[in-house]
């Protein structure tokens, strides 16, 4: 009997490692691409070899054959994917990052700290909350330079918000626990209750929000840069690509399809990603409370 629900136990964890693995494998995959690709790749994104331009996939071309056709520019399109996948894990990462430390400080400060603070900051979240963020990354984006600081500004500005409300939720909960209680009753300065006692709890479920949020901002990079109010021409993205071959669409598919592709399997995998994280973060605290 035992070993029958071991057997069960094993084929339906099967699914469950496959799920995780390989959205995992993928993502890492696109790391490897951005951390190594460019350093393989002879690719000047600045130059325009006008005389290459337009050309198929699998092409020859004066730089070596270009697997994924040419641009109208003469560019590689791979090269450009390339390079695109280090812009846009570069900002995600910078600009989730960022986030995710200003919205776990403000949102764990304020819950610990409860009265007139904490109900003005949850006032300011559920405000900041009901504003499209899109709108305000293209606002922002549009009144500064083009360049990283200035896309990562303007994603970083209300992105920070959900996790402020997921940090204060969390330790309204964990304050009112027994040591949390004990260690104020004895004097503990607020701040050594925050780090020791509350921010353990808050981690987990920040960081499988960050891998959310990330699929998140890499889909705003991108729509920002084909608006053509991200990033400069100079810096390759996967956004400016897709724009430059919307014009060649029925003659020249290969320019905007591939780089969409690939911005589709990152954003699909990273979703998947934090939906996995998630539900192993929600059977672990299952299994802490039973």
């Known amino acids: 009997m035992s070993e029958a629900i071991g057997l069960v136990r094993l084929r339906r964890g099967r699914p469950r490692r ?3 693995w390989i959205p995992l494998g993928i993502v890492s995959g696109y790391v490897l ?3 190594l ?3 393989l790749l002879g690719y000047d994104h600045v130059a325009t070899p006008v005389g290459d331009r337009l050309r198929a996939p699998g092409s020859a071309t004066a730089n070596g054959t270009a697997w994924l056709g040419t641009d109208g520019l003469g560019r590689d399109v791979a090269a450009q994917i390339v390079y695109g996948a280090r812009t846009s894990l570069l900002i995600a990462t910078v600009a989730v990052t960022l986030s995710a430390l200003v919205g776990m400080t403000v949102g764990a400060l304020a819950g610990l700290a409860g009265g007139w603070s904490d109900v003005v900051m949850s006032r300011v979240i559920d405000v900041l909350l009901t504003f499209p963020g899109v709108l305000l990354a293209i606002v922002v984006a549009g009144l500064f330079a083009r360049g990283l600081p200035t896309v990562v ?3 970083s500005i209300t992105a920070w918000t959900p996790f402020a409300r997921v940090a204060r939720n969390v330790t309204l909960s ?3 626990r027994e040591w949390v209680s004990a260690a104020r009753l004895m004097g503990v300065p607020r701040l050594v209750i925050l780090v020791r006692h509350v921010l353990p709890f808050v981690l987990p479920p920040i960081v499988v929000m960050a891998t ?3 699929a998140l901002v890499v889909l705003a990079e991108a729509g920002l840069s084909f608006l053509g109010i991200g990033l400069p021409p100079s810096t390759p993205s996967w956004g400016q690509t897709v ?3 919307k014009e060649y669409l029925a003659t020249a598919w290969w320019i905007s399809a591939f780089p969409g592709f690939a911005l589709f399997l990152l954003v699909v995998s990273v979703g998947l990603l934090g939906d996995q ?3 192993r973060l929600g059977r672990n605290s299952r299994s802490r409370t039973s």
């Open 18 to 20: 496959t799920a995780l």
């Open 37 to 39: 690709g460019p350093l």
């Open 212 to 214: 959310l949020e990330f």
């Open 277 to 279: 994280l998630s539900a």
């Open 33 to 35: 691409v951005a951390v």
């Open 174 to 176: 964990i304050k009112e």
């Open 153 to 155: 500004l303007s994603l």
């Open 243 to 245: 724009a430059n071959g």
